[in-house]
């Protein structure tokens, strides 16, 4: 028989407490499938005393981290504490030049500090493995890093923050504002009391690093990805995506493109009837598109100690089958630079959706200014008269302010940026235009 | 430099024709990423001379497949040719036992002799990889042997055939007949002259039957599977689903029950706005549920060229890495007899869809049978006169036979027997009742 895998654990919340209880229950599975059987033998975290979904005083308690991470008897350092600085990042550092396999699913340190730590990883001949940092149970880091190497990638993108989808869905299906939505989200646990890195974009924008970085063999450039969250979102737009033929999704996109790679994330429209349009409320999904796979997409449970954990233990259970990656596919050392694609360069169609004065001309003058811009419409459509814009005085008159959407052809994000400031210096708009893009599938 | 990975390559289809374009595309990138340049040193196939889309002269010309199975300047064979028995299985055999790895897309000779190549494969130490045997260009094989590890599975199903499910989407998409649809899948190429491997529920038989084995760790039981075909399904069945909010598929479930595993392959009913129910055309699908990932769901093209040729490198990357598996996840050895559900025993909800006289006392009739079989009813629709019942003659009356379909509540399969075939014997039926597995979700 030989050795057993020895892991130590640093963080011991939901995901923690989750892996504890998958070992428990199938260590004997794992044993007789990859021959090494796992055993906890140290754990740390914040509190000790703290009530939690786990047992843990089989194991040896270690306060600091850190000590934790470099301790002669593991082989495996498991961090699930999260964060981007500090002890997660000196404890990961102390463990990989420690020689010991680290397994995290803290996205946040590597999306800032990845090609670093995987330089570090490799110069130590250790795994530095993450698949429960993107998208939770969903084994896209396993699928890009291994079953997709004999592709060129075109486009990786998909809905990477239950948070963000279950707002949707919820405005979706019940027709909620966003506020509402918001509240009802955190009231479910789904959303923090500050909930900017969820709805602000910025938690779909780390793992989009990581997974551009997967894609394009490139180094990881979290600070240059376009971010823009799901805030300005309102259930006219949802509504108006409904008639349309879509619906509203938080995207996360990296994409090849002439000028380089677009790294984006935003609202997006995307058809209706698609795998994609049809992930709800707290699913994530991820689509890989490749020049021999042509499409695959993957889907499931983004977030959750059951899911979480069992990412965490693919990942175990490849260290413990002897498997040995380079953490991004490409070795650290080989990782292109970063090829920023500017977003004026974004080619793609847009919705629309501008407030404005019943009156005549208005109309005609915001297609004069779109057709300065060689913007060519696939369809316009003008709602009924608006009765709840801010500030926006429309009392009893029959004429008050109205929604137009357009849905622009094939266009560029800078003449759409010039002609939506052109509409606004025109004075015809009564609120800020709303400017959603639309993904091609 | 490491020495190069040496292919032999047997069958050279739309697959091994594939296979070469991919490689001479990406053997580079895939040189980078493992450190082994690939190399395909010898071919072979039926007739040399053949068109193809791919240059062949560069290599070396086997006649007999079995002679390069066993050739001594080769590190693995691809196995491309296809067929259960014959020189496909000499060849695999023969590669094994002469300690060559074996990537294969067979699926025909897994499903008939997998458990005993795979015992080939671990005495002689080498890789027998089959990613491109199951749905194509999804990494499902990767994903149930690696990823869900962590799991103990419950249901393992999809859409594993692109023929079938590309005529079910004609049929629903221009409410075309069965017939119309079969023909045109022939002549776009999806069907085969004798369709019946396809649309019989062969096809999806012989994928399932390695899906199970992956995830419940048994042996490969492919003459236990349950098999029925799309033939009987009407353009009635597929109007009426649309109605109650469902997607007709020919799905193949694998399924944990306290009876055993239930393996079956049928047309079922799937709730509308749902991934699954929104895998259109050729595409194929493939849910997994687990313990603690929940569920997890892969979809993609089925076949083709491309996509098989990504996962037939998937395997070779593998190899190329020095990776070596079980190829059923669990030793061949220690796989378990499988433990086969009887299809009478299966529980869920049915469509049935019954042509009955419009006559009085007709539904009280049949709602007695059902009630006899404590077969309770969700809902129950009578529609309007058929006038295209072969061999009914409803000429002019007003009360010509009309459609009655139901939804039933949670049953099992024998009381659904038995109450059609009383109502069969009651004579109120028209035509063979039409009977539709719902799958829940």
Same mark, same amino acid.
């Given at each position: 028989?030989?050795?057993?895998?020895?892991?130590?654990?640093?963080?011991?919340?939901?995901?923690?407490?989750?892996?504890?209880?998958?070992?428990?229950?199938?260590?004997?599975?794992?044993?007789?499938?990859?021959?090494?059987?796992?055993?906890?033998?140290?754990?740390?975290?914040?509190?000790?005393?703290?009530?939690?979904?786990?047992?843990?005083?089989?194991?040896?308690?270690?306060? &600091?981290?850190?000590?934790?991470?470099?301790?002669?008897?593991?082989?495996?350092?498991?961090?699930?504490?999260?964060?981007?600085?500090?002890?997660?990042?000196?404890?990961?550092?102390?463990?990989?030049?420690?020689?010991?396999?680290?397994?995290?699913?803290?996205?946040?340190?590597?999306?800032?500090?990845?090609?670093?730590?995987?330089?570090?990883?490799?110069?130590?001949?250790?795994?530095?493995?993450?698949?429960?940092?993107?998208?939770?149970?969903?084994?896209?880091?396993?699928?890009?890093?291994?079953?997709?190497?004999?592709?060129?990638?075109?486009?990786?993108?998909?809905?990477?923050?239950?948070?963000?989808?279950?707002?949707?869905?919820?405005?979706?299906?019940?027709?909620?504002?966003?506020?509402?939505?918001?509240?009802?989200?955190?009231?479910?646990?789904?959303?923090?009391?500050?909930?900017?890195?969820?709805?602000?974009?910025?938690?779909?924008?780390?793992?989009?690093?990581?997974?551009?970085?997967?894609?394009?063999?490139?180094?990881?450039?979290? &600070?240059?990805?376009?971010?823009?969250?799901?805030?300005?979102?309102?259930?006219?737009?949802?509504?108006?995506?409904?008639?349309?033929?879509?619906?509203?999704?938080?995207?996360?996109?990296?994409?090849?493109?002439?000028?380089?790679?677009?790294?984006?994330?935003?609202?997006?429209?995307?058809?209706?009837?698609?795998?994609?349009?049809?992930?709800?409320?707290?699913?994530?999904?991820?689509?890989?598109?490749?020049?021999?796979?042509?499409?695959?997409?993957?889907?499931?449970?983004?977030?959750?100690?059951?899911?979480?954990?069992?990412?965490?233990?693919?990942?175990?259970?490849?260290?413990?089958?002897?498997?040995?990656?380079?953490?991004?596919?490409?070795?650290?050392?080989?990782?292109?630079?970063?090829?920023?694609?500017?977003?004026?360069?974004?080619?793609?169609?847009?919705?629309?959706?501008?407030?404005?004065?019943?009156?005549?001309?208005?109309?005609?003058?915001?297609?004069?200014?779109?057709?300065?811009?060689?913007?060519?419409?696939?369809?316009?459509?003008?709602?009924?008269?608006?009765?709840?814009?801010?500030?926006?005085?429309?009392?009893?008159?029959?004429?008050?302010?109205?929604?137009?959407?357009?849905?622009?052809?094939?266009?560029?994000?800078?003449?759409?940026?010039?002609?939506?400031?052109?509409?606004?210096?025109?004075?015809?708009?009564?609120?800020?235009?709303?400017?959603?893009?639309?993904?091609?599938?």
């Amino acid at each position: 028989m030989p050795e057993s895998l020895k892991l130590g654990l640093a963080g011991l919340g939901t995901v923690g407490a989750g892996v504890l209880r998958l070992i428990e229950a199938h260590a004997d599975k794992i044993a007789a499938r990859t021959g090494r059987k796992l055993e906890v033998v140290a754990v740390s975290a914040r509190n000790r005393a703290k009530k939690r979904d786990a047992y843990i005083d089989a194991y040896r308690w270690v306060d &600091d981290p850190v000590a934790l991470a470099k301790d002669p008897e593991i082989d495996v350092f498991v961090e699930l504490m999260g964060g981007e600085e500090g002890i997660p990042k000196e404890a990961v550092e102390a463990a990989l030049k420690a020689g010991k396999h680290v397994v995290t699913a803290n996205k946040a340190l590597l999306a800032h500090h990845g090609v670093a730590l995987s330089k570090l990883a490799e110069e130590n001949g250790v795994a530095l493995n993450f698949e429960a940092a993107v998208a939770g149970g969903i084994p896209v880091v396993k699928v890009m890093r291994e079953s997709l190497q004999g592709n060129e990638i075109r486009r990786v993108y998909g809905i990477l923050n239950g948070t963000c989808n279950y707002i949707l869905t919820l405005m979706q299906e019940e027709g909620a504002t966003f506020d509402d939505a918001l509240k009802d989200a955190q009231a479910k646990g789904y959303a923090e009391a500050d909930p900017t890195f969820d709805i602000g974009g910025f938690d779909t924008a780390h793992k989009l690093a990581l997974l551009t970085s997967l894609a394009f063999g490139v180094e990881i450039a979290f &600070d240059q990805i376009y971010v823009e969250g799901i805030q300005r979102i309102a259930a006219a737009d949802i509504e108006a995506a409904d008639g349309l033929g879509y619906r509203l999704k938080l995207l996360g996109v990296a994409e090849a493109t002439e000028h380089g790679i677009e790294q984006r994330v935003h609202p997006a429209m995307v058809a209706k009837h698609t795998p994609i349009a049809e992930t709800f409320g707290a699913q994530n999904c991820v689509l890989v598109e490749g020049d021999f796979v042509e499409d695959v997409m993957l889907s499931g449970q983004g977030a959750g100690a059951g899911p979480t954990a069992s990412a965490v233990m693919s990942d175990i259970v490849e260290i413990a089958r002897g498997h040995i990656f380079a953490p991004f596919a490409t070795k650290a050392s080989e990782l292109k630079p970063y090829p920023r694609a500017e977003m004026g360069g974004h080619a793609g169609s847009y919705y629309l959706r501008l407030t404005v004065h019943d009156q005549t001309g208005v109309i005609a003058g915001i297609a004069t200014r779109m057709a300065e811009q060689n913007i060519s419409l696939d369809s316009i459509v003008q709602h009924r008269p608006r009765t709840d814009i801010p500030g926006v005085d429309d009392g009893d008159e029959p004429t008050g302010p109205v929604d137009v959407v357009m849905i622009t052809h094939e266009t560029t994000e800078s003449a759409i940026q010039k002609a939506l400031a052109a509409i606004e210096g025109d004075g015809h708009v009564v609120a800020k235009p709303q400017m959603i893009r639309i993904e091609s599938l």
